[in-house]
């Protein structure tokens, strides 16, 4: 099944149906990728990946799943287009839509992001904003699918900020049937307004507790990231003492289901959001979880770029 123009800002873009024909394209692929059997579905097709913030995972998946299927990919930082100071938005989505066959981006303002997807005749891909970052929780639902047979029925326990990846967690919850509890300080709460945004379109079963011990019983999926994101550095210090009480350690992870997964989105902060013992743990399928990127980009990719072969 192929998506067609269609951009990938958001994971309550697509229906659940969508969503789920991404991730059974991923799996399927995976197994070819890995013993390269994978058909070459876009020679030539070029994936132009613009980076205001920077990656490890994200830019070096994206570039070597482009390549897998056949195409080549761009790196392209903010010292070179200005988006916003140097070029309007509009214009760079035109432009690149001259030149490449798909972008993605990393940068800070989702709305610019919408502006240039609008004005783009070719797939736009969210590698993260402030706001969301979709590619990251599908990998993730793929990371729970291979270890748990199944995202439905599970309780997802984010443990942190409400932040990009909490926002995308509540927005598969508004898709998929499953819990996705946020346990936090009053304060770093998903803003009660884009809460609001994600009822509009569906009924996620979301929580919010603040107790962590109280929200992790009985956890499938304990998840966490960075307490300051990309971005928030100057509220390092108020954020590590905020968030003391929120590390996941051997005692938390203890209240979880005896079967649980650790699951984090990396870079990781050793020490602080969680330990080297729960991260290099048994319960930790975070290598796992950071495979996936690379495959669910590429099923992303193949379907909603316009390739020579159907995938
Ligand atoms: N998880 C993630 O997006 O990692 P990078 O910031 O390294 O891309
Ligand atoms: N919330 C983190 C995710 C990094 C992948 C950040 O935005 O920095």
């Given at each position: 099944?192929?998506?067609?123009?269609?951009?990938?800002?958001?994971?309550?873009?697509?229906?659940?149906?969508?969503?789920?024909?991404?991730?059974?394209?991923?799996?399927?692929?995976?197994?070819?990728?890995?013993?390269?059997?994978?058909?070459?579905?876009?020679?030539?097709?070029?994936?132009?990946?613009?980076?205001?913030?920077?990656?490890?995972?994200?830019?070096?998946?994206?570039?070597?799943?482009?390549?897998?299927?056949?195409?080549?990919?761009?790196?392209?930082?903010?010292?070179?287009?200005?988006?916003?100071?140097?070029?309007?938005?509009?214009?760079?989505?035109?432009?690149?839509?001259?030149?490449?066959?798909?972008?993605?981006?990393?940068?800070?303002?989702?709305?610019?992001?919408?502006?240039?997807?609008?004005?783009?005749?070719?797939?736009?891909?969210?590698?993260?904003?402030?706001?969301?970052?979709?590619?990251?929780?599908?990998?993730?639902?793929?990371?729970?699918?291979?270890?748990?047979?199944?995202?439905?029925?599970?309780?997802?326990?984010?443990?942190?900020?409400?932040?990009?990846?909490?926002?995308?967690?509540?927005?598969?919850?508004?898709?998929?049937?499953?819990?996705?509890?946020?346990?936090?300080?009053?304060?770093?709460?998903?803003?009660?307004?884009?809460?609001?945004?994600?009822?509009?379109?569906?009924?996620?079963?979301?929580?919010?507790?603040?107790?962590?011990?109280?929200?992790?019983?009985?956890?499938?999926?304990v998840?966490a990231?960075?307490?300051?994101?990309?971005?928030?550095?100057?509220?390092?210090?108020?954020?590590?003492?905020?968030?003391?009480?929120?590390q996941v350690n051997e005692?938390l992870m203890?209240?979880?289901?005896?079967?649980?997964?650790f699951?984090h989105?990396?870079?990781?902060?050793?020490?602080?959001?969680v330990t080297d013992v729960v991260l290099d743990g048994?319960h930790s399928?975070?290598?796992?979880?950071?495979?996936?990127?690379?495959?669910?980009?590429?099923?992303?990719?193949?379907?909603?770029?316009?390739?020579?072969?159907?995938?």
């Amino acid at each position: 099944m192929k998506l067609g123009k269609k951009d990938f800002l958001s994971i309550r873009d697509f229906s659940r149906d969508e969503l789920r024909t991404i991730l059974d394209l991923a799996i399927r692929q995976k197994p070819l990728a890995k013993s390269f059997r994978l058909p070459h579905s876009h020679p030539g097709r070029v994936l132009g990946c613009i980076f205001h913030k920077p990656s490890l995972r994200t830019r070096i998946s994206f570039e070597i799943a482009i390549r897998q299927l056949g195409g080549s990919s761009l790196y392209i930082t903010d010292r070179e287009i200005g988006i916003g100071s140097r070029e309007d938005p509009k214009d760079v989505g035109a432009v690149l839509s001259r030149y490449v066959d798909a972008i993605m981006i990393r940068t800070f303002d989702q709305r610019m992001v919408q502006t240039l997807a609008a004005n783009a005749s070719i797939p736009v891909i969210n590698g993260l904003t402030d706001l969301l970052h979709p590619c990251q929780i599908m990998g993730d639902i793929m990371t729970v699918i291979e270890h748990r047979g199944s995202i439905d029925g599970a309780k997802v326990v984010f443990i942190g900020d409400g932040n990009n990846v909490a926002r995308s967690w509540l927005n598969a919850a508004a898709r998929f049937p499953f819990t996705f509890i946020l346990t936090s300080p009053e304060g770093y709460q998903i803003d009660e307004s884009y809460i609001e945004e994600v009822l509009t379109d569906g009924d996620p079963d979301y929580r919010w507790i603040e107790d962590p011990r109280e929200a992790v019983r009985d956890a499938d999926i304990v998840y966490a990231d960075v307490w300051a994101s990309m971005g928030q550095e100057t509220e390092k210090e108020i954020r590590l003492r905020a968030f003391k009480e929120y590390q996941v350690n051997e005692r938390l992870m203890a209240l979880a289901s005896p079967g649980a997964f650790f699951m984090h989105c990396l870079p990781a902060h050793r020490g602080e959001e969680v330990t080297d013992v729960v991260l290099d743990g048994s319960h930790s399928i975070v290598y796992d979880e950071a495979e996936n990127r690379l495959h669910i980009q590429r099923a992303i990719i193949s379907l909603l770029v316009p390739g020579e072969t159907e995938s």
